[in-house]
């Protein structure tokens, strides 16, 4: 069986009670303030008219006409108590339903012939917010009757269609099937590298040999055609250290047989051999590098291609693995050429380069002739905060023109379908 909920629904029902919730306090907030501006204006009108009517019976004080006066005008509802006295403050007549309630009080001296003959007190009920709240309680169902509404009509409009919802799941069901796929493939590939153990040492990449030799003893002259690809993995809270050896060996291999599709297929397309891309060692927790020959552009466009396209199938495989909570890191890449002021090769410059980066970024160091053949195909910006030559003269890939994204989506999709 399937449910087709709308996207989100409880998040769109909490922002609903919140706004009810903000509504209603706006509401009792407003009728306060109306409340309040209605008592000053009935306290000053009531203790001038109780003025005009009660001044005769003040001197010589009549406090049985007093006590009639103060009854009559405390037969309002709205009134708590009064209080008539006379200019010594003595009290002449009180009346009131609710004289024990406070309230809000309207004092005003009566004055005849300038002279102060006594005072008026009123004392006016001041609702508390369980009083206005029942005075208001028609408004504020109603608008809990709309939110309501709102919320089982979004549940309608958002809800995906039956087609839409199978659509999904068929795309989520095909995309496992893939991952599970390229883990079979994976296991034969642990199997050829076990026999490929026996080979003679003649087999293995020279490159090896070279850069170790640069790392000992900087060479002067540096191989200005190398272009080496390093890719390394985004690791800011060191899981990697925390996973056991058998998870990460099993996640590393599985990374290089993204690599070696994607060199395979990258090759094929810009017409270069495989042979021409020399690995150093194999996907470890240190990365990758990856080095080729640049005779012409064509090179570095196939290794920019070939970077593009494993950062897709990493993005692709980070999203599946955390669905399953699976040990999964994103990974970050920079492409390099031999830096002369640092008398650094292709392969140093790369590996310095890359950890300046966070996930899914991608940056290049290659020459002006290469370059200008890069920001045909791919939009550049300068790293922020360079610290030295290589990342002043680095720039970042924040994009490639359409030709090139489609090349990329449909080489990750081949790799993905692709079966051993």
Known sequence: MFTLNAPRQGLFASLLIVSFALQTVLLVVATTHQLQENRMSQGQLMTSQMIADSLQEMNPPNTVSLALIANRYATNPSVASIRILDNSNQVLATSGMEQTRTGEVFSRDALQNDQKVGRIEVTLIKPSIGEILRTEWLAIVLSFVLYLVLWLAYRVIARPSRSEYLARVNREMTLKNEIQELTLALEQEKNLTTLSQNLPEQAKPVLKAAVNDTDHEPSAQLNQKAIALNIQFYDPKQLLSSVSQSVALSYFNLCQLFLNKS??????????????????????????????????????????????????????????????????????????????????EAEQAASRLTPVLSAKESAVYINHKLLRGATDSYHLLALPNPNNVLTRHSFLINGMNTECAELAQQLRTDILKSKK
Do not use: P
Request: glycine share 2%; with cysteine; net charge negative.
């Open 263 to 344: 060199i395979a297929l990258c090759a094929k397309h810009y017409r270069l051999a495989e042979d021409d891309f020399v690995l150093k060692d194999n996907f470890s927790a240190e990365g990758i590098t990856l080095t080729i020959q640049a005779e012409t552009y064509k090179a570095a466009e196939c290794l920019l291609m070939i970077s593009s396209v494993f950062q897709l199938l990493s993005e692709v495989l980070y999203k599946r693995y955390r669905e399953e909570k699976r040990f999964v890191l994103q990974t970050r890449s920079a492409i390099a050429s031999a830096v002369t002021e640092m008398n650094l």
